[in-house]
């Protein structure tokens, strides 16, 4: 069973940084689709940004230029990091790993770590 721990959330003012982690129990980052999402009190969880087994990768267009996605494959460890934040990115932020094929899907999620952006 892959696990994913995510870590490096917490409060900080407008206009802070932070960088989130995400550690995979197994070899995976290499492989699957990452991606973070978040989701705000009383609001649908939403993807942030993904990067795929080719490296492409894909912002919400609220965090382009502010956000950046990457991974470390031979530390099985993927990272978001946060520039210029908002209050509106204030949210509980999920790793996600995804590998979809014509026959089969695998998906897994972490547990969650909250970021809060005070104005």
């Known amino acids: 069973q892959v696990q994913l721990v995510e870590s490096g959330g917490g409060s900080v003012q407008a206009g802070g940084s932070l960088r989130l982690s995400c550690a995979a129990s197994?070899?995976?980052?290499?492989?699957?689709?990452m991606g973070w999402y978040r989701q705000a009190p009383g609001k649908q969880r939403e993807l942030v940004a993904s990067?795929?087994?080719?490296?492409?990768?894909n912002y919400t267009n609220s965090v382009k230029g502010r956000f950046t996605i990457s991974r470390d494959n031979a530390k099985n460890t993927m990272f978001l990091q946060m520039n210029s934040l908002k209050p509106e990115d204030t949210a509980v932020y999920y790793c996600?790993?995804?590998?979809?094929?014509?026959?089969?899907?695998?998906?897994?999620w972490g547990q969650g770590t909250q970021v809060t952006v005070s104005s």
């Open positions: 197994s070899s995976i980052v290499s492989i699957y689709t």
């Open positions: 996600n790993a995804k590998l979809v094929t014509s026959l089969l899907r695998y998906e897994y």
């Open positions: 990067i795929s087994r080719s490296s492409n990768t």
